[in-house]
Each structure stands twice: as structure tokens, then as C-alpha cells.
């Protein structure tokens, strides 16, 4: 595949997203922007919710979005990427597509979209005062991170739905369940010692979620050695989810 053809694909997405919508690509910005004000200013000024230990009226808000966000873009790439396949089956029936980097004009969408809150939520922490400084640096490479670990995750549930149409709705409740067994609405201090030790050797996605909090609500570096634990996870992953589909590619094209 082309880069060409990968561009076409990522703007095909986005269009179809907002497809039929008077408003059209602005609703990119207003749904982040409408999310952002709810969990940062509402919850801040009507419920009161506080983060234990931070004065900041707005801090439980900002650790909520901060790793709302990435999250987000890391589960709709894994959902997505499990019914790539699917989706583009008309299109891989007819044109030499090439099944190992189709999936990626997802991860392109995803990131844009990222791109797009992530900004808006800045903006935020500027009107609020809490811009964190130049930590902020990080951000691309604990975003790239977390989107490998995806994108191979994606692949493998990918190639899977194929021949069982039943992983597509297994991936959704597994990712319900992540969520909330990963500290985002949550925070660490209120469980036991032994679940924040399953949280940091278990749970990858805590890695990257636990960066994000790191340097949008303290304003510190994250931890160096977490990150550089998920990028190894995540390479092994989107390894595994290579050979998978080198092994049957010839099976999912006869399956589609």
C-alpha cells in the first residue's frame, strides 16, 4: 500500500464519520470540547470533586481527561482494527491491498483525533492556569507507545474476527472491563498496596495512563522505566500480530 492510498483512506474515514451531518468535521471539536467542559468544569465547580492532596479545584477534572484521552484512542484502534477486515472487504477483494498496513490508516484517524482534544484540553489548562511545562514534550512519544501496543492488538483481533465473528463483541466487553479495572476515573491511593503492584506489573495500559497523569497533573516526568517496559510489550505484541497475518493471510482473503 501507498502512502497515497493510506492518506485516501484516513480522509474516506473521517468523512464518513461526519457523513450526512450539517456541521460536518467541526463536530470533531465540539465533542471533545463539550467532554472537556463537563469533566474539568462542571465536576470541578458543581460536584466539588477534589484529587487527594492537590488543591487545585480543577485537578480531579484534569486527571480525569488527561487519561480519558488516550484511552479513547487507544480503544476505538483496537476496536476498529478488529473489524478492519471486515470493513474493507469489498476493497480487498478488488485491489492488492495489503493487509499488513491497512490497518494503519486507523491509527492515522485515531491520532488526529487525539490531536484534535488534546489541543482543545490545553487550551483549558491555559485559561485554568494549570499548563504543565516542558514536560509536555513526552506526549508524542507516550502516545506513540500506546498506539503500537494497539495497533498490534488490534491486528490480532483482527485476523481472529475473521474466522470467529464473535471476537468483535468479546473485544467490546474486554475493553469495558479494562477501563474500569485501570486507574482513569479512579486513583491509586484509594486501593491496596498489592493492587497498585498488579496495576504496575500487569496492566500495560496503566503504563501509558499512569504517564499522562504524571505530566498533565503534577507537571512530572513519568516513569522512564514503565515506558520503556510497554514499548517492549508492545513491539512483542504488533511482532506476534505480524506473523499471525503472514501465516494466514491466504486463509482471510479465501474467508473474505
Not at 38 to 54: E, Q, Y
Not at 131 to 147: A, E, H, R, W
Not at 177 to 190: E, S
Request: charged share 10%; glycine share 6%; proline share 4%.
Amino acid at each position: 500500500m501507498n502512502l497515497a492510498l493510506l492518506l485516501q483512506f484516513t480522509k474516506q474515514d473521517f468523512v464518513d464519520r461526519y457523513s450526512g451531518s450539517v456541521l460536518g468535521g467541526l463536530w470533531a471539536f465540539i465533542h471533545p470540547l463539550v467532554m472537556i467542559f463537563i469533566f474539568v468544569v462542571i465536576f470541578a465547580n458543581v460536584m466539588g470533586t477534589r484529587l487527594p492532596g492537590i488543591s487545585s479545584v480543577y485537578s480531579y477534572g484534569i486527571y480525569l481527561v488527561a487519561g480519558l484521552l488516550p484511552w479513547m484512542a487507544f480503544a476505538n484502534t483496537i476496536n476498529r482494527c478488529a473489524t478492519v477486515f471486515l470493513d474493507k472487504r469489498n476493497i480487498i477483494g478488488k485491489v492488492r491491498v495489503s493487509l499488513h498496513f491497512l490497518p494503519l490508516y486507523v491509527v492515522i484517524s485515531e491520532a488526529l483525533t487525539f490531536l484534535i482534544a488534546y489541543m482543545i484540553f490545553m487550551l483549558f489548562l491555559v485559561f485554568t492556569g494549570a499548563m504543565p511545562g516542558q514536560v509536555l514534550i513526552i506526549i508524542p512519544f507516550v502516545f506513540l507507545v500506546q498506539q503500537v501496543l494497539a495497533l498490534g492488538l488490534g491486528l490480532i483481533f483482527g485476523v481472529l474476527n475473521v474466522f470467529l465473528r464473535d471476537i468483535k463483541e468479546m473485544v467490546t466487553v474486554l475493553m469495558t472491563f479494562w477501563f474500569w479495572l485501570t486507574p482513569i476515573v479512579w486513583v491509586m491511593d484509594i486501593v491496596p498496596p498489592v493492587v497498585q503492584q498488579i496495576q504496575q506489573h500487569v496492566n500495560p495500559a496503566f503504563l501509558f495512563v499512569d504517564a499522562y497523569h504524571q505530566i498533565m497533573v503534577h507537571g512530572h516526568l513519568p516513569d522512564i522505566g514503565g515506558l520503556m517496559k510497554l514499548v517492549l510489550i508492545g513491539h512483542a505484541v504488533l511482532l506476534l500480530a505480524y506473523l499471525m497475518l503472514r501465516w494466514l493471510e491466504k486463509d482471510i482473503r479465501d474467508f473474505l
